[in-house]
């Protein structure tokens, strides 16, 4: 019985040596976070424009119904979009906008420092999101 | 009747019918592409291979192939599943995978077939076309890339629509769809193959990039423009009409739209709709809040029917209700003088009718005219005033070989239509050739003479007429006239058209009067399948003569008042929804009497030319921003629906009706259209029977699908001779315009954007002029300049001018004639 309490304690007591915290010291330090954490979103740019097509499938698919597209014809007879805005304050962060896109435009990237003081710094415009 | 077994479920069905309609008959969905409910089978897709036990050993098309007793059908096994699937396959070969930017993305007949299919892979392989998007007009879109060669497009525009802009060419993997010489889409803009298109090939421009099907709401309404009460399903997004969707589930019109109904929507979202009520204030029209511009009406109104009288002019596109509260209005305020839409035209008709039928509007239904065998059509302009019945009649013709004989003094779409007769006439003669008619059938003893009142009186007065005397005036083959009299008699089913609007106001009655006289003798009304019809120009001309908006007792008429107007007689006008100064004939009348008249009030959509001259403009709502029911040119009342809300405080015409009437002390409401409609029945027995919340999504038809007479007389109507020089101008409707209001539409006035005079090729070499050359038109002591259009259509010595457009002031030289004496030069 000793034997297995000194184990468990050993554990315990590795823990506390340095070297072996889990606790970060935020903000001097940061962690990496991992691959597929659904940070804030992010625009994919192509060569001279972005790739969204504004399909309408993100707007469509978001349950939170926090991104607002609008369409449009570029010079080239293209579809783009004239609008797109993501209200961070109503996104719940599920990632079903990113797994809707048919074009790979829109992503999510680690970013998750997302406290401001304005309301209106929460809307992600294009241009921000294109970053 | 044949039956047959599809999935093991029994189903009977009329021998003409095929596989897919029986399995449709009993809820079998059988996945198809190149078939549409009102084109010919074609099979052009083979996605709707079934295996039919009597015929072993291969898979057969279900669309094409018609039913047979005792056929036992499977219309799903692996077999055929993987065999569809291949299909799926060979059209995905040059398909473009561009479905998130084509506008048909969510709605795509491909699209959804691919899901069902789950094709995500391909065995075959090819190349995909990089060909040019057709984009010459403004209006269609033409991507060859998307397309699947179902030759829905083709078929439309042919069979039903009759103009074959697209055909087929090359072969095999080349094959693609293209116009004449591969030289771009220039057409009549109905928009057909738009509507047909199962996949993202043809779209319409306007909507390009606007809004993904999915997010529109769908406002199911009747078009606005002509009598012919199409459905017009309104696609909605954030209050504002984006497009018309295509429904041919509801509705008299299959799902066929001309370009008016499918593109002239755009009127309603225009910037410059009247938003605010404006009243003239030290000789400028200033905004000012509803209350004070009610307040100075009122008082304008008033003073003016103590003093010498208002008379009130409605046009012919408000609702029943709305027209029920304007003759509620008139009682207020004490005035006889009421009439609609210039009062002579479609009212000279109905007037026509009713003094040899007895009744007042068309006596059948426009899909009995299908099964016509003989169509007579009075003016071939009825293609233009009334596109969609015009497709009707080509169904006609190309299904059950009907015989369509057109009385015109210029050639166009109809006499172009398989197997016409064209008895084309000196203009302004119309009325002779219906009278040599009658008297053919009469002297030939064809005619149905049984229980006809003044059938002597009659005889005696068409001696004059006999077919030799008036080929010899009006230029037309007598042996014809007289073939075509002997056909209209002989047939089981026949049908007389004859349209009528603003630009046809000459005769109108005589003209009705002697339709309805040649109708009775051939034993058109009463007859089931048979009808006489005559369509008003706009989408409520009916509801107008039904309701009786027209001058009580001795009240005056719309040209009349107008008249007493210019001559000081009349103290004010309520002008609603109508703008005379631009539409009605004699300008120089109209404007007097704007100019004259003490005080007026104007209720429209824009600030037209006649508002500009009012002293009080109450902004009105237009047809998709109202509820109510409007009764189209074969009596069918039908649900109008509110699309979108009225831009800044513009309010439904019924609403402006009703709040000047509490002014004026009048303290009558109702708590919505069906209680309105309700208190109509009390007024207009025919309308008594329906409920305004049962009307469905096909409307109900007052008096029955054939409106029987109530009396059978003949009355005796005598041609006016035309005037006579060496041009002649007729006015008439423009196939891209119905009245004024078009000319705010922007989809109209992309292929048709300015007034124009055509002139055969014949009189332009003479004169020596090209399309587009300045020509000035002088007539009645005015002239006006035009910009000139050469074509096929005209014979010699005449021209023609549509009268859409008011500022070219066409109504100058045009008043109210058949035919305007006029001379040209350049």
């Known amino acids: 019985m000793f034997k297995a309490i000194a184990k468990g304690l050993s554990i315990t007591f590795k823990h506390m040596l340095p070297g072996h915290s889990t606790t970060v010291q935020y903000p001097t330090v940061r962690l990496k976070m991992s691959d597929r954490y659904r940070g804030l979103h992010r625009l994919v740019p192509a060569q001279d424009r972005e790739k969204c097509v504004a399909c309408y499938l993100c707007p469509t698919v978001c349950p939170a119904k926090c991104i607002t597209v609008e369409s449009a014809e570029n010079e080239k007879g293209e579809k783009y979009?004239?609008?797109?805005?993501?209200?961070?304050?109503?996104?719940?962060?599920?990632?079903?906008?990113?797994?809707?896109?048919?074009?790979?435009?829109?992503?999510?990237?680690?970013?998750?420092?997302?406290?401001?003081?304005?309301?209106e710094d929460f809307e992600f415009t294009k241009e921000r999101l294109l970053k | 009747m044949v039956n047959l077994t599809i999935d093991g479920k029994q189903v009977t069905v009329s021998k003409t019918a095929t596989i897919y309609d029986a399995a449709k008959e009993v809820g079998i969905n059988i996945p198809v592409l190149c078939y549409a409910k009102k084109l010919l089978p074609y099979g052009a897709c083979r996605f709707c291979l079934v295996q039919v036990e009597q015929m072993k050993g291969r898979l057969i098309p279900a669309c094409t192939t018609p039913v047979s007793e005792g056929m036992v059908v499977t219309t799903t096994?692996?077999?055929?599943?993987?065999?569809?699937?291949?299909?799926?396959?060979?059209?995905?070969?040059?398909?473009?995978?561009?479905?998130?930017?084509?506008?048909?993305?969510?709605e795509c007949d491909l699209q959804d077939l691919a899901y069902e299919f789950g094709s995500i892979s391909n065995r075959f392989e090819g190349v995909k076309f990089d060909l040019p998007t057709d984009e010459i007009n403004p209006l269609i879109e033409r991507n060859m890339n998307r397309c699947v060669l179902c030759g829905r497009c083709v078929r439309v525009c042919d069979e039903v629509v009759g103009y074959g802009s697209y055909s087929f060419i090359n072969r095999g993997f080349e094959t693609k769809i293209a116009t004449a010489y591969d030289r771009g889409l220039n057409c009549e803009f109905c928009g057909q193959c738009v509507s047909l298109c199962p996949v993202g090939a043809i779209l319409p421009r306007p909507f390009k990039f606007k809004a993904r099907p999915w997010q529109i709401k769908e406002?199911?309404?009747?078009?606005?423009?002509?009598?012919?009460?199409?459905?017009?399903?309104?696609?909605?997004?954030?209050?504002?009409?984006?497009?018309?969707?295509?429904?041919?589930?509801?509705?008299?019109?299959?799902?066929?739209?001309?370009?008016?109904?499918?593109?002239?929507?755009?009127?309603?979202?225009?910037?410059?709709?009247?938003?605010?009520p404006l009243v003239r204030k030290e000789g400028q029209l200033v905004e000012v809040e509803w209350d004070e511009a009610l307040q100075v009406a009122a008082e304008g109104l008033s003073n003016a029917q103590n003093g010498q009288g208002v008379g009130i002019l409605s046009g012919a596109r408000l609702t029943n209700e709305e027209f029920f509260l304007l003759k509620n209005l008139a009682k207020t305020i004490g005035t006889d003088h009421l009439d609609h839409s210039g009062g002579e035209c479609y009212k000279g008709v109905s007037e026509g009718l009713n003094e040899t039928l007895g009744v007042k509007a068309s006596t059948g239904?426009?899909?009995?005219?299908?099964?016509?065998?003989?169509?007579?059509?009075?003016?071939?302009?009825?293609?233009?005033?009334?596109?969609?019945?015009?497709?009707?009649?080509?169904?006609?013709?190309?299904?059950?070989?009907?015989?369509?004989?057109?009385?015109?003094?210029?050639?166009?779409?109809?006499t172009k239509l398989p197997r016409a007769r064209t008895l084309l006439t000196k203009a302004g003669y119309e009325l002779s050739i219906l009278n040599a008619m009658s008297k053919v059938l009469l002297d030939e003893g064809l005619a149905q003479v049984d229980g006809l009142q003044n059938l002597d009186a009659f005889k005696a007065a068409l001696s004059e007429y006999t077919p030799e005397n008036v080929a010899q005036q009006t230029g037309v083959d007598a042996d014809l006239l007289k073939d075509s009299a002997r056909k209209l008699a002989g047939a089981k089913k026949s049908a007389i058209l004859l349209a009528y609007g603003l630009p046809y106001t000459a005769q109108?009655?005589?003209?009705?009067?002697?339709?309805?006289?040649?109708?009775?003798?051939?034993?058109?009304?009463?007859?089931?399948?048979?009808?006489?019809?005559?369509?008003?120009?706009?989408?409520?001309?009916?509801?107008?003569?039904?309701?009786?908006?027209?001058?009580?007792?001795?009240?005056?008429?719309?040209?009349?008042?107008?008249?007493?107007?210019?001559?000081?007689?009349?103290?004010?006008?309520?002008?609603?929804?109508?703008?005379?100064?631009?539409?009605?004939?004699?300008?120089?009348?109209?404007?007097?009497?704007?100019?004259?008249?003490?005080?007026?009030?104007?209720?429209?959509?824009?600030?037209?030319?006649?508002?500009?001259?009012?002293?009080?403009?109450?902004?009105?709502?237009?047809?998709?921003?109202?509820?109510?029911?409007?009764?189209?040119?074969?009596r069918r009342i039908q649900r109008v629906r509110q699309g979108i809300k009225s831009p800044g405080e513009a309010k439904t015409d019924g609403a402006i009706i009703s709040a000047l009437a509490n002014k004026l002390g009048n303290t009558l409401s109702f708590t919505g259209e069906a209680a309105i409609f309700a208190e109509i029945g009390k007024d207009v027995p025919a309308y008594a029977e329906f409920n305004y919340h049962e009307i469905g999504s096909q409307g109900v038809v007052w008096g029955g699908e054939t409106l029987a007479p109530t009396r059978r007389n003949l009355?005796?109507?005598?041609?006016?001779?035309?005037?006579?020089?060496?041009?002649?101008?007729?006015?008439?409707?423009?196939?891209?315009?119905?009245?004024?209001?078009?000319?705010?539409?922007?989809?109209?006035?992309?292929?048709?954007?300015?007034?124009?005079?055509?002139?055969?090729?014949?009189?332009?070499?003479?004169l020596g002029v090209n399309d587009g050359d300045l020509l000035k038109v002088a007539g009645n002591g005015v002239e006006i300049q035009l910009k000139a259009k050469v074509d096929n259509r005209l014979p010699k010595g005449l021209l023609f001018a549509p009268y859409h457009f008011g500022n070219a002031g066409l109504n100058k030289l045009y008043r109210g004639e058949a035919v305007v004496a006029v001379s040209v030069s350049k």
């Not at chain 2, 099964?371 to 169904?395: K, Y």
Request: glycine letters at 8%.
């Open chain 1, 81 to 119: 979009p004239k609008v797109y805005k993501i209200d961070m304050l109503r996104c719940i962060f599920c990632g079903y906008c990113v797994e809707a896109c048919p074009v790979e435009a829109l992503e999510m990237t680690d970013a998750y420092e997302l406290a401001n003081y304005r309301r």
């Open chain 2, 508 to 634: 109108s009655k005589e003209l009705a009067a002697a339709a309805a006289n040649l109708a009775l003798l051939a034993g058109i009304p009463g007859r089931a399948g048979s009808g006489l019809y005559l369509c008003g120009e706009k989408a409520n001309s009916q509801g107008a003569i039904d309701l009786g908006v027209l001058p009580a007792g001795n009240g005056l008429g719309a040209q009349q008042m107008l008249t007493a107007a210019g001559e000081g007689k009349l103290d004010a006008l309520y002008v609603i929804a109508e703008d005379p100064i631009s539409s009605y004939p004699d300008r120089q009348m109209v404007e007097q009497a704007m100019d004259k008249v003490g005080f007026s009030v104007v209720q429209d959509l824009f600030l037209s030319a006649t508002a500009e001259k009012a002293d009080v403009v109450f902004p009105a709502a237009s047809f998709a921003e109202k509820e109510g029911t409007f009764t189209n040119a074969e």
């Open chain 2, 715 to 766: 009355v005796s109507v005598s041609a006016e001779q035309p005037a006579s020089a060496d041009y002649h101008l007729v006015t008439g409707s423009a196939l891209y315009h119905s009245g004024t209001v078009s000319v705010h539409a922007s989809g109209p006035l992309a292929v048709m954007p300015e007034a124009y005079v055509e002139l055969g090729r014949e009189d332009a070499a003479a």
């Open chain 2, 365 to 414: 239904t426009f899909p009995q005219l299908e099964s016509c065998d003989v169509i007579l059509a009075i003016r071939s302009d009825f293609w233009e005033t009334h596109p969609v019945v015009g497709m009707v009649v080509n169904q006609a013709i190309r299904r059950n070989d009907a015989q369509l004989v057109v009385v015109a003094d210029k050639r166009g779409k109809l």
């Open chain 2, 77 to 106: 096994s692996e077999e055929i599943q993987k065999v569809r699937k291949t299909v799926m396959e060979f059209l995905l070969v040059n398909h473009v995978l561009d479905c998130p930017v084509c506008d048909k993305g969510g």
């Open chain 2, 219 to 276: 406002v199911d309404s009747v078009c606005g423009y002509c009598g012919n009460g199409c459905t017009v399903t309104l696609g909605v997004l954030d209050n504002k009409i984006e497009t018309i969707r295509f429904n041919d589930e509801i509705g008299v019109n299959d799902g066929n739209l001309c370009i008016r109904g499918r593109f002239g929507y755009a009127y309603v979202n225009h910037q410059k709709r009247l938003t605010k």
